[in-house]
């Protein structure tokens, strides 16, 4: 797009929302703080580079589709991540799991996992100037198959789950370390029982005790920051998952760990957006989750839509910016996965901008005084103000494609890249 053209009209959107008293610029600006972790998973449909190949299984998740061209290596991989971040706006970061290790051909168990496999990532990091999350990655390994890990009975599994997740608070730490940026930790796992389970207590007890376990060990918060992620159901894990909303939600509290809400891991209506002012009155941060579920936890890519706006909206409400660090977590194999990235980035960078456009203020001051109706036609009438010029404009400035732009530049590596895979 024309620079000159999102110059002309960035002015009259500029004029616009000073109109309501917002400063455009002030807005712009402020996005240096919306710092979007991308998830590296989304470049090879969560398969990961362990010798022999994990296949996604075993975790109740699943990607559909398979669209040619994913990350076989961690060389495409990175390939596929500059591509991908060249074509955004801004600094983000890189969330890894831990079956993205450099284990160099050799086979490398979970409970064995260390730092050394990861230091040509932290190199890479250093190298774009970005810092890293981590996780955990207790699903789609045998010792996963039965559908429990750190809450399982079998003393031997919970064991190798609690070293495995000792060795990623490590590997965490020391990438925030050499970073100087702390590194989020986020614990997901699977357990949970397709049907009615007798003992949903006795599993939730010995999650607890798992856990207890795995944060014996302290570490500077800034290195590592610790999260816990809840989930409502997963496939095969229908009637029960151990780590629930309430589950994480008080073991957080408890502890004082990062709450993780992932807003594909609720019941339908249920909006994480009107979950983060009542969470964060008792957790000192969150970690979001940004997915988009159709359904179900379907992980589509994400799109600038309701959902996303609420989420965005609560935590600028809230002036949560550095209390929320926001990661994406989708995975979809049925289309371009660069495109993937950069359509769901740039959908939840423009729910980041679109809420630091909003003229709150003036909002609230309708609301305390119970007109309804003005409040209601004021947020009707931000989404049609010149938003999409601000974008443009933060795109401009931060010398990435404007608009549909970049839709060539993925198709460019398309034809000479992905589609050679
Ligand atoms: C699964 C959770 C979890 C995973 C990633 C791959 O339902 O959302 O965060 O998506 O760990
Ligand atoms: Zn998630």
Not at 27 to 51: N, P, R, Y
Request: some cysteine.
């Amino acid at each position: 797009m024309k620079k000159e053209f999102v110059t002309r009209a960035y002015e009259l959107a500029k004029e616009q929302y000073a109109a309501l008293g917002v400063n455009t610029d002030e807005a712009i600006a402020k996005m240096k703080d919306v710092k979007i972790s991308l998830h590296c998973w989304q470049t090879d449909d969560v398969g990961g580079f362990e010798k022999p190949d994990a296949t996604l299984g075993g975790g109740g998740i699943q990607c559909t589709g398979n669209y040619p061209g994913k990350s076989r290596s961690i060389a495409e991989m990175k390939a596929d991540l500059e591509q991908a971040m060249s074509l955004l706006p801004g600094k983000q970061r890189l969330n890894l799991h831990a079956i993205y290790g450099d284990f160099g051909g050799q086979t490398v168990d979970r409970d064995q996992i260390e730092v050394k496999h990861f230091q040509t990532w932290i190199d890479w990091a250093k190298k774009h100037g970005i810092g890293l999350d981590f996780n955990p990655t207790c699903f789609s390994h045998p010792k996963s198959d039965d559908g429990f890990t750190l809450s399982s009975k079998d003393e031997s599994i919970r064991k190798f789950w609690v070293d495995h997740v000792k060795r990623c608070r490590v590997i965490a730490a020391e990438m925030g370390k050499q970073l100087g940026t702390p590194c989020v930790n986020n614990i997901w796992i699977p357990d949970g029982s397709k049907d009615m389970p007798v003992d949903r207590g006795g599993h939730r007890a010995i999650l607890k005790k798992s856990l207890d376990e795995i944060f014996e060990i302290t570490y500077p918060k800034a290195y590592l920051k610790d999260a816990v992620e809840c989930k409502l159901f997963g496939i095969g894990s229908e009637a029960m998952v151990v780590g629930s909303h309430e589950f994480y939600m008080g073991y957080a509290m408890k502890n004082n760990k990062l709450l993780c809400l992932d807003n594909g891991h609720f019941h339908p209506t249920e909006q994480i957006g009107d979950k983060i002012s009542s969470c964060l009155l008792y957790v000192d941060e969150l970690l979001l989750h940004v997915t988009r579920g159709v359904r179900w936890d379907s992980d589509h890519v994400v799109t600038f839509n309701d959902e996303i706006m609420l989420i965005a909206q609560e935590v600028i409400r809230c002036n949560a910016l550095d209390r929320v660090n926001v990661g994406l977590d989708y995975f979809d194999g049925s289309l371009n996965r660069i495109g993937a990235y950069v359509v769901g980035t740039r959908a939840a960078q423009q729910a980041f901008l679109f809420a630091l456009l909003e003229p709150t203020g003036l909002i609230r001051k309708f609301e305390e005084a119970g007109k309804n109706f003005e409040r209601l036609a004021y947020l009707e009438s931000m989404k049609t103000m010149l938003f999409g010029a601000v974008y443009d404009k933060y795109c401009l400035d931060n010398n990435v494609p404007v608009g549909i732009d970049y839709i060539a530049v993925i198709q460019k590596y398309e034809a000479e890249v992905l589609s050679k895979r």
